[in-house]
């Protein structure tokens, strides 16, 4: 059946142990020792060998389009900012303008949502207008560049921009077009000749969609509002107290039910994969279901958006049938449709031939990024804890052994139809991957230079895509990468982002606005890069051999910095040439002239135009092909002129005909074509040939070779006109060895011994000797011969004796040479001996021919009899089971204290196993079935063999056993939100940080009960919900993790207690979460809805942890944004804010603090803030007391003098009023 073996090589010699695995590179190469073993094991890939990919794939150049971001074809369906967004506040965005106005141009660049004063948390509701339409318009130009098939990013009803929260399967999303606007794009791509691949996120919905409907937005019945909804099977709830939770529980109570989320974001619940209704929703349905709908409307094939948390695929997990039941639907009536999942590593198990005909190829992507580079990048996505890796400079060797690793690994039905990316919506731009400025620090302020200079990244992106264009598998262009598409990108929280930075609008140049950088804002700029890129596109579709011919590494040189491959049509119809030189620096390039030797690959005078440069090139008569390849480029050699000449036939019948002492001849047949051939040797069978001979003839004789060894060959046949060669011939093997045939062997001596029985003192010496004309006649033993002694029960024959020793050479005897051995039978009785006798290592043996003197009968006889010793050990007590698994059962039991001692042997249903010395008491048997059951019982024996009573007998199953495994953890009293636990096993993602929920028991302790397999060694870390909010303290910071083995224990329950909280003291391993990687706000001040605030009040937050020199936060008012002061305290993490003048009186203020960052903790992660608070307090009144004393009473004609005495807040205006109407 299709799966995956991993395997390693383990060398052990008496108590030394050394392991032989792949080196660290795990490119599957030669590997290295080790002491310890670094679990590098190999692959091994066994697939369907029916397993067959679209050709069309195969012969593809894809486009990838994020549609809200392509271009704009339909204004009437531009998502209004304000629309209703997960219950955010102010809904969404329109291009980049959170003040809700819709007048900012197509080419404006994406804002910043990191930033507290721009557009501080639109990621996925900020909308540009990119339709279908839109992509309609420009299928001439994506025509024009040579894209053959378009893969859409999600374009199904959805409330966001990227969509892949989908709330409607069947429906075109209104933000893109409808129905109609879908079937005509199918038409106009039909025409053209392109296919179209589709995105289905079919792991989870949308929150806001009409099967789930968190916030009763549609008319049906959604599974977080009832119940009884027919939807409420689809998702994973969970009860919680009532009041607390988003959704309806299952007793009917409002919000008394919280659910399962994809990655813990809670607008992403996960859909049940195993419920049969949502399988009969996505491919279970026939023509209803969506996988098999969306192919009839004009789509050709599915890419899968975290497909493997839907299915982990054939070798993962064999029981789960998810993609082997959307493939068979789907090619059941569709056979030629295209299935391809995401994802970033290793993506065998999905390409077994039963389930996905490809991946999106990021682990491609991040070697040929690589290859260009010459410093080491890293962001959120490339960094050493990720599948992708951080993008480090590579070798000409180095990338090759990655090449040669992925031909090893995949099937080569999938190798072909990879979709071999460079950037995608998940990942930075390649302009930016290749940036050796900026993106080599830390400071993100020079690329809010319009005028930055992108030249050298542009230069280098032309070597990437030289090798994307000529590698096998689709090259697959993220939208705007062919004219250098990129936006300024920001360095966050200790790393570069990439969302939303690399979904800029594609930079039109007849669209409204102007784009960000000099270089894309004139036609010139941007067909500099794009007539590369077509110049590309067009020689790989005029060329088969660069889509579908093999791949043959030509040259690798390290020193020169020069890497080769030849692609070729396997009947010779097409061939190419590529070279990629990288000596010296895109400033100072170094041209190097460069010789490939072709010879037998290529034939003679075979023509080739350089397609950079026009010029042609010829292969000489010495088999070498000689050309100049400019520095920090290439070049692309494509045929010029059919090839005249074929290869020769391949043998199929070479054959060891004859074997002899240090000798093996070898013959064939002729083969059509061949002058001469070419013989090569190995010492293990399938691979290793080095050459040895070329001939004319059809025989040859391998002299000089060690008897007993094991040879294997093959031939190729040439064409010495044309210089071209034959693949292997079949492979023969033969054994050099003496012919034993007509040899002389005897038992020389004794013909019969008596002997006391013992584990210590062996037989008497049996001898036996042999004569081989030629061969033993001189001192020495004969090369490669060796010699057995056995014995057996009276009256069988020897070839079904099972003990059997080696005997060692004794010496000459005359022309005959001797062997010596001896024996410690273990059991009373009468029994026969004789000697045997090998020239081939053991493939066949020749009994003794006559005895001891000189008699006919060529057996001895043995009597073994009891010692003065017949008092039997005790018998082993407490024999128990200490764990199984598919593969082994383990037991021990208790020592047994007799001085004469032996050992233990071991029995299992009844028979006897094997014998372990005295210093042994336990055993792992792996020599078991899964599955099956076993009894096994113990016996001690002593020097005399004499065998105690059995031990008490256990019964065992070869099964892996379940422990119910509590994890308790205690975190700070303020974490906010769920805590999940993360780690290296399927139960938690693997590695995702918002898969496994745990329950919350107090303010600062929670837990998560699950059952796992016991021995289970695993890593792990709390997180909540993303890596962003991971734990990082202490020593669990970066790529270190907490790590425990579950164990069976007495009763199969095991808590894992990381509540400890005497930090600083012990490892950290088990010891409570001290602080978050994100910074949270602990306290603030004034509190929320205070009133009757001093108006020259400061403004106070508290912080988890330490925090940047410049954090802030925004104040508005009355007046707007108020301006102030900061001042940050390291001693007690506090910023605090001053106002720059007083407050408005009785004025309503709103605090938000966002998208801080902190320092992290010494050696640890500095992160981003996550949960952004705002809260509101009013200041003070005005108040006024009036007042005025005066020198009343007075007489009349006195004047009169009123005195003023009003407090309160100036400016203050006052009237008089005198009671006589005047005032």
């Given amino acids: 059946d299709p799966t995956i073996y991993w395997y390693r090589f383990i060398a052990i010699d008496g108590t030394a142990t050394a392991y032989y695995e792949d080196d660290g590179s795990r490119d599957g190469g030669w590997g290295q020792t080790f002491a310890e073993s670094q679990d590098n094991s190999w692959q091994l890939t066994v697939y369907n060998p029916a397993f067959h990919t679209p050709d069309w794939v195969k012969n593809a150049i894809i486009y990838q389009i994020f549609p809200d971001r392509f271009r704009d074809g339909d204004g009437t369906n531009d998502p209004e900012p304000g629309r209703f967004f997960y219950d955010e506040a102010g809904g969404t965005i329109y291009r980049s303008d959170p003040t809700g106005s819709t007048s900012n141009d197509w080419n404006t660049p994406v804002c910043d949502p990191r930033s507290a004063i721009d557009c501080p948390g639109d990621y996925s509701n900020n909308f540009y207008g990119g339709d279908l339409q839109g992509v309609i318009d420009k299928l001439d130009y994506l025509q024009e560049l040579g894209v053959t098939a378009i893969y859409f990013n999600p374009i199904f009803e959805s409330p966001s921009n990227h969509k892949y929260d989908t709330a409607d399967y069947n429906s075109i999303s209104a933000d893109f077009g409808d129905l109609t606007t879908f079937q005509t794009l199918a038409t106009e791509t039909s025409n053209r000749g392109m296919s179209i691949i589709l995105d289905g996120v079919f792991n989870h919905t949308s929150s806001d969609s009409i099967y789930f409907d968190r916030y009763s937005n549609f008319p049906e019945v959604g599974a977080c509002e009832s119940e009884t ?193 460079l950037g995608s919506h998940d990942t930075n731009r390649p302009l930016f991957f290749l940036d050796h400025n900026a993106a080599n620090g830390t400071d993100a302020t020079p690329l809010l230079d319009p005028n930055y200079d992108w030249s050298d990244s542009v230069a280098r992106l032309k070597g990437v895509v030289l090798l994307q264009m000529t590698l096998p598998g689709a090259p697959t262009i993220y939208y705007g990468d062919e004219v250098g598409l990129v936006g300024p990108t920001y360095y966050y929280g200790g790393k570069w982002e990439d969302d939303p930075y690399n979904r800029q609008p594609f930079p039109w140049l007849d669209e409204s606005g102007t784009p960000f950088y000099t270089f894309l804002q004139t036609p010139q700029g941007q067909d500099n890069l794009r007539d590369y890129y077509k110049l590309l596109t067009a020689a790989r579709n005029a060329h088969p051999a660069l889509r579908t011919g093999s791949f043959d590494t030509l040259l690798v040189d390290d020193a020169n910095e020069v890497y080769a491959y030849g692609r070729l049509q396997s009947d010779y119809s097409d061939a190419a040439i590529v070279i990629v030189n990288r000596m010296g620096t895109i400033a100072s390039p170094v041209t190097q002239t460069v010789t490939l030797d072709v010879n037998g690959y290529l034939p003679v005078g075979a023509t080739f135009t350089e397609t950079l440069s026009g010029d042609v090139y010829a292969v000489a008569g010495d088999g070498t092909i000689t050309l100049d390849v400019p520095g920090e480029s290439g070049a692309l050699l494509v045929l010029a002129a059919p090839m005249v000449d074929t290869p020769p036939d391949a043998v199929t019948d070479l054959a060891v005909t004859a074997s002899r002492s240090g000798e093996l001849d070898l013959g064939w047949s002729a083969a059509a074509g061949a002058t001469s051939y070419d013989l090569y040797r190995s010492l293990v069978s399938g691979g290793g040939y080095t050459w040895i001979s070329n001939t004319t003839t059809l025989t040859y004789t391998d002299s000089g070779l060690t008897n007993a060894q094991t040879y294997y060959y093959v031939i190729i046949s040439k064409d010495d006109g044309s210089g071209l060669s034959s693949d292997y011939s079949n492979e023969a093997s033969g054994i050099p060895a003496y012919d034993l045939t007509t040899a002389w062997y005897n038992l020389q001596w004794p013909p019969s011994i008596n002997h006391t029985i013992s584990t210590i003192t062996p037989t008497d010496n049996i001898y036996g000797q042999i004569y081989i004309a030629g061969g033993t006649e001189d001192a020495g033993p004969p090369a490669g011969v060796s010699a057995q002694v056995g014995y057996g029960i009276s009256g069988t024959l020897p070839v079904s004796w099972m003990n059997w020793v080696d005997m060692g050479y004794q010496g000459q005897s005359g022309s005959n040479d001797e062997f010596v051995g001896n024996f410690l ?4 009785g009468v029994y026969q001996y004789t000697t045997r006798y090998s020239s081939d290592g053991g493939h066949t043996w020749y009994y003794a021919l006559s005895g001891p003197n000189s008699s006919p009968d060529p057996l001895g006889v043995m009597t073994v009899t009891a010692s003065s010793d017949v008092t039997p050990p005790a018998a082993p007590l407490n024999l128990v089971l200490d764990g199984t698994t598919p593969a082994s059962i383990s037991f021990s039991w208790d020592a047994v204290a007799d001085a004469d001692l032996a050992g233990y042997e071991i029995y299992r249903d009844g028979g006897w196993l094997t014998a372990v010395s005295t210093a042994t008491t336990s055993y792992t048997d792996e020599d078991v079935v899964s599955d099956n059951t076993y009894e096994y019982f113990i016996k001690a024996y002593d020097t005399s063999f004499n065998r105690s009573d059995p031990s008490n007998t256990i019964t065992a199953t070869a099964e892996a056993r379940l422990v119910t495994v509590t994890f308790r953890v205690g975190v700070p009293a303020y974490t906010p939100g769920t805590v999940y636990v993360a780690g290296d096993i399927s139960e938690f993602g693997p590695w995702n940080p918002g898969q496994a929920a745990m329950t919350q028991i107090n303010d600062t302790t929670w837990e998560l009960t699950l059952p796992l397999l016991d021995g289970t060694q695993l890593q792990y870390k709390y997180a909540r919900g993303s890596w962003d909010t991971v734990e990082s303290w202490g020593s669990i910071t970066g790529l270190n993790n907490r790590s425990v083995t579950i164990d069976y224990g007495t009763d199969g329950t095991q808590l894992v207690d990381d509540t400890a909280t005497d930090w600083g003291t012990g490892a950290d391993i088990h010891k409570a979460v001290q602080f978050w990687r994100d910074p949270i706000v602990v306290d603030y001040a004034p509190a929320a809805g205070a009133t009757a605030v001093s108006l020259d009040t400061a403004i106070s937050v508290t912080w988890s942890i330490t925090m940047t020199a410049d954090t ?57 803030q996550q949960v952004p608070v705002t809260w509101q307090f009013t200041t003070a009144p005005i108040t006024i007391t009036a007042g005025f004393t005066s020198n009343s009473p007075v007489t009349v004609g006195d004047t009169a003098v009123f005195t003023n005495t009003t407090t309160g807040t100036d400016p203050i205006s006052y009237e008089w009023d005198f009671g006589d109407g005047s005032a």
């Fill in 825 to 828: 039978p273990d059991e009373l």
């Fill in 229 to 421: 909804s027919p939807y409420r099977d689809w998702y994973y709830f969970t009860d919680v107290t009532p009041g607390t939770g988003p959704c309806v529980g299952s007793d009917g109570t409002p919000n008394a039910a919280t659910y399962e989320s994809w990655f813990g974001f809670d607008s992403l619940p996960k859909l049940q994969a195993n419920s049969q209704a949502v399988r009969d929703l996505i491919w279970d349905d026939g023509s209803n279901s969506v996988g098999v709908y969306w192919l009839s409307q004009g789509a050709d094939g599915w890419r899968f958006d975290v497909g493997g948390d839907v299915d982990p695929g054939t070798a993962n997990d064999p029981t789960n049938d998810y993609w082997e039941g959307f493939r068979s639907a789907v090619r059941a009536v569709y056979p030629d449709a295209y299935m391809t999942i995401e994802e970033w590593g290793n993506a065998s198990s999905w390409l077994l031939g039963d389930e996905m005909d490809a991946t999106m190829n990021y682990q491609y992507s991040s070697a040929m990024l690589s290859f260009w580079r010459d410093t080491t990048f890293t962001d959120n996505d490339h960094n050493e804890g990720s599948s992708a890796g951080a993008l480090v400079p590579l070798t000409p060797s180095e990338l090759d052994g990655r090449l040669q690793n992925w031909i090893e690994r995949y099937p080569p039905e999938a190798l072909y139809a990879m979709m071999n990316l």
């Fill in 1112 to 1168: 802030d936060f925004v104040v508005t008012g009355p007046a707007g944004v108020v301006s102030c002061t900061f001042a940050n305290d390291d001693l007690t993490w506090t910023t605090v804010f001053t106002p720059d003048a007083p407050l408005e009186a009785a004025g309503t203020y709103t605090v938000t603090v966002a998208g801080q960052q902190t320092n992290g903790v010494p050696g640890g992660d500095s992160g981003v």
